[in-house]
């Protein structure tokens, strides 16, 4: 039940999109701060067997990293107490306060990394700490995606998805950035200097950021939708029981977009380890996964605004369904570093499409009064449920099956859930 009370913005603001130059620092800001908090989170995945030796060692190697893989999902277990608590905030103090305070969270968990000492070192605390920073950043990472998305989605209604598209394009400036330091710290240092001291680089990088991040997030303006929105006395209660079915839709439609982007995220441990490519062309490929994301995602948020999200978004599935066992088998029976690049572009681009119009497609399931926790709590939960654990998963169904295919079978799971997603949004009026 709302509050009958407007924003008091709304007595004094116009009705109407924001100005050119509004906007444009708004997209400035949202994806440079979301592009820190979510190179966070992704440099521990590409990290990943390097964590394992220092903070999980095991006997099996196997074994190691998959713990590795597991605590990198036990990020996602506290997504969705972030996504209830930050959304529910955004959506009654304000988008850019709620994004301020996620911020400021995760750069607690990156600290905590960047300067944990390793297993050899406190033992059984180490990795302790680790699980402790990763849960600050899931609890940030929670309500980061429905606070920069509704805030997105608020600067113009009739160029939404153009604007939504930049969550997921400045998502693409952390792939290539986190697949640029993989590239890096894997070509100038020695194995050795990387477990002793090149692992942290990283880390310390986004520490260096935070400030500028913090800075820029606190200047910006509340799109105009949230200021005329009358304020939800409950919108966490409202989200999930007035409007379950919207939430749901939601959730079904992130499916296929978090296990793409993870599953994206496990390929250079799958390069390294299944294909036996070189861990620096391995981070080239998602380097290059990274600039595609970036460049194509607001063409194809551009054309949803001419086109709609539904048919965008569903040309996308379909071909992603059919094309992912195919690229999969390519590269298992002729491992290269140009076949490499072939799946990864091919993947880069469809995925894109998907991207493009996800966010506004999401924005357009909720009323402005609840859209900060609509978002943050369907995609915390779709994501804790089926993209987090994408690359334990993956890891998992290729020791189980024998067969280095496996991912794409999980892939194309995915694709079949959001395409009835995909029908349940058109239901609620997404076009």
Not at 338 to 353: D, E, I, R
Request: with cysteine; proline share 6%; glycine share 10%.
């Amino acid at each position: 039940m709302s509050t009958l009370a407007p924003r008091a913005a709304e007595l004094s603001e116009p009705a109407g999109p924001a100005t050119r130059q509004s906007t444009l620092r708004v997209i400035t800001a949202i994806s440079i701060g979301n592009a820190l908090e979510w190179f966070e989170i992704v440099i521990y995945g590409f990290l990943a067997v390097t964590i394992s030796k220092l903070f999980f060692p095991a006997e099996n190697d196997t074994v190691s990293l998959l713990i590795t893989l597991g605590t990198f999902g036990v990020t996602f277990v506290m997504r969705p107490v972030g996504s209830l608590v930050l959304g529910a905030y955004a959506d009654a103090r304000g988008r850019k306060n709620a994004l301020t305070l996620s911020m400021a969270i995760m750069l607690c968990g990156t600290l905590l990394i960047a300067v944990s000492p390793t297993f050899a070192q406190i033992g059984l605390w180490a990795p302790g700490l680790v699980i402790l920073a990763r849960l600050l950043q899931g609890f940030a990472a929670g309500g980061e995606f429905g606070s920069a998305t509704a805030l997105l989605a608020e600067q113009d209604p009739r160029r939404r998805g153009f604007f939504s598209s930049w969550q997921f394009a400045s998502q693409g400036i952390t792939t290539f950035l986190a697949a640029g330091f993989g590239m890096g710290l894997n070509a100038l240092l020695t194995p050795e200097q990387l477990l002793s001291w090149g692992w942290r680089i990283p880390f310390f990088f986004g520490l260096l950021i935070g400030p500028a991040g913090l800075y820029i997030r606190r200047h910006l303006d509340e799109g105009v939708e949230f200021k005329r929105a009358a304020q939800e006395a409950t919108p966490v209660r409202t989200t999930l029981v007035d409007q379950r079915g919207r939430t749901l839709a939601a959730m079904g439609l992130i499916i296929l977009a978090t296990i793409v982007a993870y599953t994206g995220l496990f390929m250079p441990t799958f390069a390294v380890r299944q294909l036996g490519l070189p861990p620096s062309m391995a981070f080239a490929g998602t380097f290059w996964f990274g600039v595609l994301q970036f460049a194509l995602v607001p063409l194809f948020g551009s054309m949803s605004d001419r086109v709609g999200r539904i048919p965008v978004m569903r040309a996308a599935a379909l071909v992603m369904l059919v094309m992912i066992v195919p690229l999969f088998y390519l590269l298992v029976n002729h491992p290269s570093v140009p076949a490499l690049m072939l799946a990864l572009t091919a993947m880069g681009v469809v995925a894109s499409a998907y991207w493009g119009p996800i966010s506004a497609a999401m924005s357009e399931l909720f009323p402005a009064a609840t859209r900060g926790t609509g978002l943050s709590v369907s995609y915390s939960f779709g994501v804790a449920i089926f993209g987090g654990f994408a690359p334990f998963i993956s890891a998992w169904l290729i020791t189980a099956t024998g067969s280095k295919i496996a991912p794409a079978f999980y892939v194309g799971f995915g694709v079949l859930v959001s395409l009835a997603a995909l029908r349940a949004a058109r239901r609620y009026g997404v076009k």
